[in-house]
């Protein structure tokens, strides 16, 4: 009867658990587009799912672009001129401004100010902020922080280089029985971040856990690599196997207490387009659909019209639409273990149909075939509720000519996949459907 | 100018009243899928229409199935310690459980209320139940009956037999010009129910009478036969011709008070599906529309893959959705006289699409024709409601390059189809419109 | 970088006024399909574009109707037995049904009053009517006046005949880059009604004079001919050459205080039919869109099934449905100064799409470019503000592979064409984009 059919996601309880702490332990790291920090991400990783990290060059040329230097980073801080740090890299690494060249120099406020970025409007916050392909350095507090510093002068160091290295990303490829794949990717460059993205490493480094031990008819291919930089890099080097990709999801930002929200493919008919829109009627209906734009992750390079990949983004609040984006508030308590498991739950079920689908033909098909006769049928004709019962087995005994799949038909009838899959099943058992 | 138009049903109070009286000549009659009741409903239907009844033997094989026994019932009742008949069969043949085996047995109640159906939340309607294709035997009555009676010893007594024999239906066909063929279905199966489904026989008795005496371009085929193996047993005794169907109508159901639903075939696009559609939004805009759903009527087995003929279901209030529904409430009060003349009226303005739509070809279609000179336009070009009159013939003109029907035209014009179609009568007689 | 690309209509104050005083000036002509009237409104266009007049004789054959003769009228009145002038067709055009046959009698009121038009709900104003391609004479009056005649013996004149001359139709042709025509087209034979058609006029000749000196790509054909025989006249002299017709556009009654309403094509989604509502929708949200019908003005013809051209309709308030249609309050009041400058602006907008739209290609279609390399983009790539500033760029790179165009581009990211196409400029200068 083939591989069991969920229609409810897992008790989340151990899972969220499990996955809030996996979140918890790469969450301190300061991670940036290269370096260290996301080597060391990545090592977590690789104790759940089976990665292999790849280290490409500095200058190594992808496409348009170039890989970056290494950049390390020790210490940085803001000193006053009694030597209490007011700004320091220690308590929180948003406080650099991501890959900032080093700096030391003694500089008054005023033109401390213009290296300096706050959110006044969120004067508690301290903003998430990115140097990447410039060379320059900064701070980031919070606005109320730096209204409270007195007019002096400040020591400001930040002890960083930017050094010749590589690019570090992980993969994990886990063969299927065919050789069509499935790609599931998470950017790995954010610092602590809790949500975006260590949320998404940590439910798809359990997902491959997870499916690490079971039938596979896709071959699964795992990604977590730096935003933009890293899916281009790892694009350049997969340029003429990526047309094996069936499938693809984006996994960030998804242990908010948000409602699930899919943003489709460029073509915006993809299966998983048609997947997702699925699972999550059915198992979120709360959940919203997006169309696809060319702003986000890193469905801007696999839609990018060279590729066009088959690949949508899974989320919960939207990325820039909720007052705890990129700033130090998307923190441990602002992920939650039942929504990390709640996404798991439906990538697992979207993996099902992806796994289940398929098209088959009815062997008895003019007329119906007497159900009754083989007990699958409610003898009481007359009772009124009898339909209901029998409903899904009549729907695939109507639809099942050859070209419909089963995710046509669930659609069709408007029920789950998982208990279309399951009744097909029993019809399949019966010789009353066959591979089509 | 061809056979006139109707744009609104006639008038329904003679046709009404007869309509209601061939439901209450079928109402009282004890029908099953095979035996004297049926036969004895056909031959009241063969005084409408001319009807040729076929018997197939029990034992034949009709696809996955076998034409049943005949069941022949004389008596059937339940009779207290002191031979009062607290459930008897003579005073409603619902009482007994359709097809039924033969029982004489003396039962204590407990044991008795087993095989004994009743609709506690309708506590005094009797239900509808069969026991086809199962060897059983029940009784159905009023929930307040059942509950008065005192706990003592009954009497159960069924004179019933299953016997080889043969299953009946009926079949008219009115040859046409052409050999495509239009359907007209009815399930003549259920007993004392006067809605579900006199009111479809009586109709469609009606109809054929009616269609008896008319120029017919397309032949009319009219089935009477029990529902599900009646069906069954037709399409497996014509597998060879049903090509020729090229539109087809179930009518069940349509003499209660609600509006008209159309259930659409499993195509969804069939040309009867755009029919009934047009035609319910001019002359019933309360109706409503329906996908179709493998669970119903008869379109069940016309739709199944192997078939999928383009077959759709007319009934007013849906089955299964009312109070009524397959219960004693079912009656001849239920039924009334002018929707069952509605209903005809449907029909046969459905049939006035199907025998006049053609497709015409304008004669000049390098701009407008000069209609004035022909006498057809208002000369006051200035008049602001010219264009109302002669908005069809405008419509007709403009639309008509050879490709697109009458039907098209009128779809598109948001006009009935009998104006565009009496309109075309016009420009084809100035010779502006020949058949494309 | 092309012809710059306004992306709001101009300061209207001036153009509004200079389309205003042109209105006023053709106003008080007595136009009709022929004759004098025309000829001379056509000359007063003729100092805004190059128009060249066509004469077609009386009795030419077109398509099925025939060029009419000549009308010609000098003087028409009712005069009361005193000798006053109760209606005077020097007071206003409408008095007389135009193209009436001359009379000159004396009658009694009861018989002259089946020959005078008017207005009862509307007592005050003073209908349009027409006797075209009949015989007949006729006055039209307020109802209020009429009512108050004395029921005495009136003297009737009307000093018109109808002579064999010719029709007369405007056209000016401004040769582009290729011979892909757009069509721009005006009803010129209404008599004294500013909105309905002095407007349409001014409209397009005024545009006609702003295209003369720009660049075009395509070639611009204006036509101003009366009303339906003058298209038909038109089409049927340019039969063979009409199939260069890219787009177009009938102009007519734009300039009433009404939002702008954009009447498709016959073929609904003709380039003109999808480039009409992307302006409208940006520029004049407030407007409405209406499906093509096989009435209103000259589409009938254009949109006729042996032409069936790319060709809308826009107006402001829908004809027919304003109280001062076909009336004395279709006055110069009526027509306002902004509303003129503002139909202008949405058609110049439209002609800015027709001339730049075009298919464009991606040169690094792998991934995205990298664009703040090439100081196209935000270098603080953590900036939650950043995505809008590039947005147009995204969508442009990411659309672009050569089978889409800017038009494509700019509905799929619900942004206004001149914004894509400004942007599509830069991306060319980068060298990005090149054409498909």
Known sequence: MGAAIREEPRPADDIGAALHALVAELYPICRSITGDGIRRSLAILGRHLPLVLHEVPTGTKVFDWTVPREWRIRDAFIEAADGTRVVDFRAHNLHVVNYSVGVD??????????????????????????????????FCMAHRALEALPDSTYRVRIDAEHVDGSLTYGECVLRGETEDEVLLSAHACHP?????????????????????????????????????????????RNQAQVRRIRHGLIVAGVGDAGAPTYKRSQRGTAPIDRIMAH?????????????????????????????????GLLQRSPFGEFPEYHTSADNLDFVQPQQLAGALGLIET?????????????????????????????????????????????????????????????????????????????????GLLVPA
């Open 105 to 138: 120099a003694v500089l008054p406020l005023r033109e401390l100010r213009r290296h300096i970025h706050t959110l006044p409007a969120q004067p508690d916050l301290i903003p998430y902020r990115t140097a990447y392909y410039d060379e320059r350095w900064g």
């Open 279 to 311: 699972v999550l009627r059915h198992q979120a209906p709360e959940a919203s659909l997006r169309d696809f734009s060319p702003y986000g992750y890193d469905e801007r390079q696999y839609c990018s019209p060279g590729f066009d990949l088959p690949v």
């Open 192 to 236: 602590s971040l809790a949500n975006d993205n260590c949320s998404g490493m940590a439910v798809l480094a359990m997902l491959g856990a997870r499916m690490a031990h079971r039938r596979r008819r896709f071959t699964y291919r795992f990604v977590f690599a730096p935003g933009t930089i890293g899916a281009i890099t790892w694009l350049a």
């Open 350 to 430: 979207a993996i099902e149909v992806i796994e289940q689908d398929r098209q088959l033909r009815n062997t008895a098909p003019f007329c119906e075939p007497q159900l009754g006769r083989r007990g699958l049928y409610g003898a009481l004709g007359g009772d009124a509720d009898a339909a209901k019962r029998n409903l899904a087995m009549l729907w695939l005994l109507n639809q099942s000519d050859g070209t419909r799949s089963l995710l046509d038909i669930a659609e069709r009838a408007d029920m789950p996949f998982a208990t279309m899959a399951a009744t097909a099943s029993v019809l399949e058992r019966e």
